[in-house]
């Protein structure tokens, strides 16, 4: 087994898909700087020059535009954003031109242009550097919107984005960045529009987003010692969203918990707790419960932020009640492994 | 440096071209206030005209693999830029055989194939676009440009001025073109402006301006021949601003003297100095024949008609057709 981080997964992808395609290209806020985007971007430069790895004006929104300009003349810009939140200044460009391009010339112009957006938490991160917001790209017919969760998807994701003629929005968890696992060395797609299932489990199923993959393994791996067998599906792509995956766990656990790595309200939480109940009605045996962040900003200190965010306790707790088991001793329990890593101050 | 026009024929020829799209474009619009109250053409009406000399003089200087990217004031840009006619009623009419089979309507009109890349109608929102497709062709060594037409009220917003000063800095072949009608809606420059002079902010950019007050298409024509040898030879982008006057409301085909933000007074100057009027004076005192260029009008005029039958029989989309084209269709 090849063993690889998630960011090492990004770096690899896109060293091989310029090195395959000089068309590619990419480019935003201090992408050439030494933090070379938390690491995923080292050697790039280096490697393919400044004319294909670009520092930018700070203009998010004309650089969106910029990015389909040169989409729909032969390029394939990858931009990136250190953080989600930079990406609502160019909700315009995304939304009125970058979704409707392919629409207004009737499929006949691609528009093969990545956004590459990091989700930022903790160490004060604070209510303007910590949105994921997928569930509001996801509501704009015309993006693909991708959410990697494993190394290997991260790299398989990647590639499938960039070689896509459509506008892809990646969003990356600034944790997963730390996380390691299989990583195949050649190149390899992971097709847009396809979940997996991360744990096999028979009594209940969690429909997971991003880092709440992470913590609903670390749920299912405490549950399990209580007796409880947890599926975890990750459906990765939430637009276009194939929800035939969630659809058929649940047709054999007869539950489902959505964790979703952002707010509940007219979330993707709810869009699965849709389907799921459409699809499943005659065969659940508890209504489809929903976690994500609380209904606030995300506040800086830390005592705040761990009640914003949900957890493998909250869900522990949740499956607990769903299924009416006593609550169990969580009390040895180490549930912020990640966070260790990260001291800031981004 | 080399002409920016291959070929360039003979004045003579030019000129009828400029009076020949010129008079289309007139006449098409004339069809339309003819023709919409019979509510058979159901989208929002930007008319051009009045401006008709500004898309037509600049898109005589550009050469054909250039791209224009426009406002949703655009049936001028569209037809100058080579758009066919039968397509432009049937789009207006929503009819299958439209340019994007009704689903554009006159705000979203494109031909990408004729260069004519998008039609925007929320303001300033094709300038970006416009700035990385010139991003592309100075990549890809295509020697193209992207021309990009606006109005006054698109200097207003931030996506101008993030498109300029990157094209500037990026050094792309950006020709920006705005369209100064003095008009945001109905509200005046003066409401809007916190400068005294557009073009004198934007001479302090690393850009080539040129700033006309006139409705002589070959006068605009020329300019735009200038400023793309210019842009050429620095690599530069360049900015022209032409002033004109909307002869009719902001959103449909009607005039609006009487809602009081402008005088009628003001159009009947304008009027006198019609672009139409004026290119056809020109072709008279150069020889060409009254009979000759009536016989060409009348050409065009039954064209137009029947464009306009044709569009009006023409069948609707389908129903399938509603879900096409949401992403890439590989052909």
């Known amino acids: 087994m090849r063993s690889r981080s998630y960011c090492e997964a990004l ?95 009737g499929g006949r112009l691609k528009v093969p242009l990545v956004i590459r957006a990091v989700v930022g938490r903790g160490w004060g991160q604070g209510y303007q550097h910590s949105k994921s917001l997928h569930a509001l790209f996801a509501h704009i017919p015309g993006l693909k919107v991708v959410l990697p969760t494993t190394p290997r998807d991260a790299k398989g994701v990647l590639i499938a984005a960039i070689r896509d003629d459509n506008p892809v929005i990646v969003i990356e968890h600034r944790w997963l960045y730390w996380a390691t696992g299989e990583v195949p060395e050649e190149p390899y797609t992971v097709p847009l529009g396809e979940g997996q299932i991360l744990r096999r489990g028979s009594d209940l199923t969690i429909v997971a987003t991003s880092w709440m993959n992470v913590e609903a ?5 405490i549950l399990q010692r209580a007796g409880v067998s947890v599926e975890v599906v990750d459906p990765r792509t939430i637009a276009p969203f194939d929800e035939r995956l969630a659809v058929e766990s649940v047709e054999r656990t007869g539950h489902c918990l959505v964790a979703d790595n952002d707010w509940t309200h007219c979330g993707f939480g709810a869009e699965v707790a849709a389907r799921v109940s459409e699809q499943c009605f005659g065969r659940l045996k508890s209504p489809v419960t929903r976690l994500g962040f609380a209904p606030t900003p995300c506040p800086t200190v830390r005592v705040l932020e761990n009640e914003f965010y949900p957890n493998a306790e909250d869900i522990v707790r949740a499956v607990e009640a769903k299924l009416g088991l006593a609550p169990s001793d969580l009390s040895g329990e180490d549930f912020y492994s990640h966070e260790r890593r990260f001291t800031g101050p981004f | 440096m080399k002409d920016a026009t291959v070929n360039p024929p003979s004045l003579g020829t030019r000129s009828l071209e400029l009076y020949k799209t010129l008079y289309t474009i007139r006449r098409a619009e004339e069809l339309i206030i003819q023709y919409y109250p019979e509510n058979d053409m159901k989208t929002p009406m930007h008319m051009s005209m009045g401006q008709e000399a500004i898309p037509v003089g600049v898109c005589a200087a550009l050469r054909d693999g250039d791209q224009v990217f426009a406002s ?87 996506a101008f001025w993030e498109s300029l000063n990157t094209a500037c800095v990026m050094r792309l072949p950006v020709l920006f073109v705005c369209e100064d009608n003095g008009l945001a809606v ?45 842009m050429r030879a620095s690599g530069q982008p360049a900015f022209l601003s032409f002033t004109c006057y909307r002869y009719l409301e902001h959103v449909g085909v009607r005039e609006d003297f009487h809602l009081g933000y402008r005088s009628r007074d003001d159009y009947e100057a304008w009027r006198q100095r019609d672009c139409l009027t004026l290119q056809r004076a020109r072709l008279v005192d150069a020889g060409h024949g009254e009979e000759a260029l009536r016989s060409l009008e009348q050409d065009i005029d039954e064209r137009l008609q029947q464009d306009v039958a044709r569009a009006k029989v023409a069948p609707p989309p389908g129903p399938e057709e509603l879900f096409k084209g949401v992403f890439h269709e590989k052909p």
């Open chain 1, 11 to 105: 770096n690899e992808a896109l060293h091989q898909e310029m090195a395959r395609d000089p068309s590619t290209f990419v480019y935003g806020l201090g992408v050439p700087d030494r933090m070379s985007v938390f690491g995923s971007l080292v050697g790039i430069r280096e490697r393919f020059g400044p004319e294909r790895c670009f520092d930018t004006p700070l203009c998010e929104d004309t650089m969106t535009g910029f990015g389909l300009g040169a989409a729909i003349n032969g390029l394939r810009p990858i931009h990136v954003h250190i953080r989600v939140d930079f990406l609502l200044l160019a909700m315009n460009q995304l939304v009125n031109m970058v979704s409707t391009f392919s629409y207004s010339t």
């Open chain 1, 217 to 221: 393994l670390k749920a299912a791996e």
């Open chain 2, 72 to 158: 949703y004031r655009s049936h001028a840009t569209f037809l100058a830029k080579g758009g066919a006619t039968d397509r432009f009623f049937a789009e207006l009419y929503g009819r299958q055989t439209g340019t994007v089979n009704g689903k554009a309507g006159s705000m979203h009109l494109a031909d990408p194939a004729k260069g004519h890349m998008c039609s925007s109608a929320v303001v300033a929102t094709g300038i970006p676009v416009a700035v990385g497709a010139a991003f592309a062709h100075k990549r890809r060594g295509t020697g193209r440009l992207a021309c990009v037409f606006f109005g006054d009220g698109a200097a207003d917003e931030g």
């Open chain 2, 186 to 230: 109905q509200t005046p420059a003066h409401v809007r402006q916190g400068y005294a002079s557009l073009t004198d902010i934007i001479s302090r950019f690393k850009c080539h301006v040129a700033a006309q007050d006139t409705t002589d298409v070959e006068a605009i024509r020329q300019t735009a021949e200038g400023a793309i040898i210019r």
